[in-house]
């Protein structure tokens, strides 16, 4: 990773289930996290402002920086950032960040971040597996759950009988022990409260701007990321 950049960002498009990339290279100079996160956001959005948070036009969007996925005491922060409901009545851009272990799984499987714009006709959650970006139904079962069995509920669906510890195969010889990084909604962000947070792990929070609101606004639950990267 020269810099300590993969070299791509995801963009996923929940109206259109379009999955495209968009090159790091690019944004570099702005540093990664927030600065990056930021540059993204006004270069494909800027021109349309002003627009509500819950419009399907914002974006959210999920950032690593340079050093995640290394020893460097406090890489794992991920940056958070979109037009955020919680500023209301003021609806502007915003930003919050979380730790642990997503962007740090995120890097393995190839992304420096992802982008995810647009609202899906139906609940879903997005499942990264290395470079295999897909949306997944939600629908069955995953909608309606508080955040720790929706993380542990999707961690059973992308490593099917899992047992932590032990090795698993994830895709094409792709061999793991680790289990996916997951980052989601609960039913407060369901149901689009604007002090809705985001949670990953057992207590790693977005915890401003209301993005869990974001993620119910899109009907979008959650996003798994794992990589042997």
Known sequence: MPGGYTGKIVRVNLTTK???RI????????????GI????????????????????RNLIIMMASPFSGTFMPGS????????????YPFEWFG??????????????????????????DKPVWINITNDQVKIEDATNGIWGMDTWDTQDEISRRVVPGLKYGEWADLANSCYTTQI?????????????????????????QA?????????GSKNLKAISAIGTG
């Open 18 to 20: 379009e999955i495209s």
């Open 23 to 34: 090159d790091t290279a690019k944004y570099e100079e702005y540093g990664g996290g927030h």
């Open 37 to 56: 996160g930021s540059a993204v956001f006004f270069d494909l959005v800027g021109h349309q402002l002003p627009f509500e948070a819950f419009d399907p």
């Open 76 to 87: 794992g922060r991920c940056e958070v950032q979109g037009l955020g409901p919680g500023l």
């Open 95 to 120: 930003h919050s960040n979380f730790g642990g272990r997503f962007t740090a799984q995120m890097k393995f499987a190839g992304w420096d971040g992802i982008v995810v714009e647009g609202c899906s």
């Open 180 to 204: 996916p990084a997951v980052v989601c909604c609960g039913p407060a962000g369901e149901r689009k409260s604007r002090v809705a947070c985001l949670l990953h792990g057992p207590g790693s």
């Open 207 to 215: 915890a401003l701007c209301g993005y869990g609101a974001v993620f």
